[in-house]
């Protein structure tokens, strides 16, 4: 029954997949540390894409409702560098041209509706997309 549901959402496009993880929306917005918690809320963590694949199951998100999304994802001690919230490195970059240009001032990671990311403060309400 849980595989005929996942069945179910997967056709509506209501969950992406890649990497081995499932990507999905609640259709709400959040700041950067709400959309953190909810996603924990419910089991998951905020979108944090890996790979060009995981990217566009984030994307499918961001385009359908036509606006941007945090991504988990934050500047280290070092302005304009950034690293995953566990503090790894960066597997996987999509800047858009010229950003990261925040200089420190722009701790945070946003989705541009084209896929490329932005550095951005961390307090604007963005769609909470989380990956389970
Ligand atoms: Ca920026």
């Known amino acids: ?3 005929l549901h996942l069945a179910v ?3 509506n496009k209501m969950i992406t997949e890649s990497g081995g993880k499932i990507f999905t929306s609640n259709g709400k917005y959040a700041d950067f540390d709400a ?3 909810k996603c924990q809320e419910a089991g998951g963590s905020i979108a944090t894409p890996r790979s060009p694949g995981e990217n566009d199951a984030i994307l499918h998100f961001v385009k359908t409702h036509n606006t941007y999304a945090y ?4 500047q280290s001690l070092i302005p304009g560098k950034f690293q995953f919230l566990n503090g790894a490195q960066l597997s996987y970059t999509n ?3 010229n950003e990261p240009a925040g ?16 550095d951005k403060r961390c307090n604007k ?3 909470i997309v989380c990956q389970f």
Do not use: A, F, P, Q
């Open 35 to 37: 959309t953190v918690e």
């Open 103 to 118: 200089k420190g001032e722009e701790e945070c990671v946003e989705m541009y509706t084209d896929g490329t990311w932005n």
């Open 71 to 74: 991504l988990g994802i934050k």
């Open 95 to 97: 800047w858009y041209s």
């Open 125 to 127: 309400n963005h769609l």
């Open 1 to 3: 029954e849980l595989l």
């Open 9 to 11: 959402l997967r056709l």
